[in-house]
């Protein structure tokens, strides 16, 4: 796997699909999505369920950059890429990528 996408999430409900919807949608497909739910009191729990591709990790609240460590630990990926839960990625953000990691021109994020 290239890619270990990784979002926290609080309290997301609001935001988080079109964020998820964006990463599925994209042209390169060699990733794994991880959402850490961060202790929210909203539906994002319930969200995360229409989503069995995502894997989802429940906390109590403890912080974004606590929620990201937790991600870390799980990922499977080669490269580590963080998305907040109200990002969206345009189609070819991870096909741009690959080719600047393994130092081949690219177009860019543009």
Do not use: W
Request: aromatic fraction near 10%; include cysteine; glycine fraction near 8%.
């Amino acid at each position: 796997m290239r890619f270990s996408i990784i979002i926290p999430a609080y309290n997301a409900e609001a935001y988080l699909q079109r964020c998820l919807n964006s990463i599925f949608s994209q042209e390169f497909t060699d990733y794994e999505v991880i959402v850490i739910d961060d202790g929210s009191t909203d539906g994002t729990a319930t969200l995360l369920e229409g989503y069995p591709q995502v894997k989802v990790i429940h906390q109590e609240n403890q912080g974004m950059a606590t929620a990201r460590n937790r991600g870390i630990d799980k990922a499977k990926g080669e490269y580590v890429l963080f998305v907040d839960s109200d990002d969206e990625l345009m189609p070819h953000a991870l096909s741009s990528l690959a080719p600047q990691i393994n130092g081949e021109d690219s177009i860019g994020f543009g």
